[in-house]
């Protein structure tokens, strides 16, 4: 069973008719068994690597870093995974197979580069512990959150160690945080079984997010801040900031406005129901904008597109994350006409060719 097949088999049950819920299921269905039967065979130890690479446009990636034949057949096994839960997930929010020759939307091109940009190399910037380096490497000094402890394991967790305001991460995926603003309150064995939890997920092949497949899991607990902060994202094109999208949480929703680099408030709207466009809502221009644009644009240098997370708080910048896929690279705009007018500020064709070696 191949790749190519797999993918045949579900193209020849795809119907020009608006698709109901049951034949998106028994599209989903059809892949899961095509994944499965893969499963059984091609990533055998004694089967052609480069054979599926090549099918999957993978072959770029530089294996010879995994040094034995278990470390190759695992990075086949996830990557081969991989694969198919990202083309599922393109078919159930896009309703149609992804098509590479035709590459309009930010949402297509975000999805060609899941498969085109090293995620060995991107692994390295994704990891929250990690980012600190390259940070030192790219600014000359690490502007991220300071790092007060890192752990392996849960059991080395100890709680009189750490001030009482803290706030302890998973460095390998989004979301995976536990804010203390008083340790005296905490249940320590909830805090260690939601982080083993954590821990045990594949973030990678949990959201389809390539980059994160191979993050070395690690907790950390870094400085606490202030539970007041906004997000300023900036959406880097080239190596060229863009737009800048704020977060802000209130009530049971999540304001997202966005705002060009001379802080006007932009068109752009988000598709999600809980993320909305307020022009009512005035966030103030953050003081050290400039700075953040500069530092944005030199952190993005090296890829086609990253989002650069950055705070402002007590008269510095703090580095937050980059992200390569915003939204799991689905997010829509609520104006379909901005899908494609965002797509074209990237130029995949400028992906650089070192990335795969990295």
């Not at 057949?73 to 997930?89: G, P, V």
């Not at 994160?212 to 400085?223: A, G, N, P, S």
């Not at 680099?261 to 809502?281: C, F, G, Q, S, V």
Request: glycine share 2%; aromatic share 14%.
């Amino acid at each position: 069973m191949s790749i190519n097949l797999g993918e045949n088999i579900i193209k020849s049950i795809i119907v020009k008719r608006k698709n109901t819920r049951i034949v998106l299921f028994v599209k989903y269905l059809f892949l899961c068994i095509s994944m499965l039967l893969i499963n059984n065979g091609n990533w055998k130890k004694n089967s052609s690597i480069l054979d599926i690479f090549e099918y999957n446009h993978l072959s770029q990636f530089n294996i010879s870093e995994l040094k034995n034949d278990k470390d190759r057949e695992i990075f086949l096994k996830n990557t081969t995974i991989f694969y198919f839960n990202s083309r599922t997930k393109y078919l159930l929010q896009f309703n149609t197979i992804y098509n590479e020759s035709k590459l309009e939307t930010i949402q297509d091109k975000l999805s060609w580069l899941d498969i085109h940009e090293s995620p060995l190399y991107k692994s390295y910037i994704v990891d929250k512990i990690k980012l600190h380096e390259y940070s030192k490497k790219v600014l000359g000094k690490d502007i991220c959150v300071p790092i007060i402890k890192i752990y392996n394991d849960t059991d080395e967790i100890n709680l009189n160690e750490l001030p009482d305001k803290f706030v302890m991460k998973c460095n390998h995926g989004s979301g995976m945080n536990i804010i203390c603003n008083n340790k005296t309150k905490l249940n320590l064995t909830k805090i260690k079984k939601k982080l083993n939890n954590w821990k045990n997920i594949n973030y990678g092949l949990f959201t389809t997010e390539f980059q994160y497949l191979y993050v070395k899991r690690q907790i950390y607990v870094e400085t606490f801040l202030s539970l007041d902060l906004i997000d300023y994202k900036i959406y880097c094109f080239n190596g060229e900031p863009e737009f800048i999208m704020t977060k802000k949480v209130l009530d049971h929703n999540i304001i997202n406005n966005y705002y060009d680099k001379n802080w006007k408030l932009t068109e752009l709207e988000t598709a999600e129901k809980d993320h909305i466009r307020d022009p009512n809502y005035i966030i103030k221009k953050p003081k050290h904008l400039n700075l953040m644009l500069k530092y944005a644009k030199l952190l993005s240098q090296e890829f086609v597109f990253v989002r650069v997370d950055l705070y402002e708080y007590r008269g510095k910048v703090y580095l937050g994350e980059l992200t390569f896929t915003p939204f799991n690279g689905f997010k829509k705009w609520k104006n379909k006409k901005d899908n494609i007018r965002v797509a074209n500020l990237l130029n995949i064709k400028k992906v650089k060719t070192f990335l795969f070696n990295k």
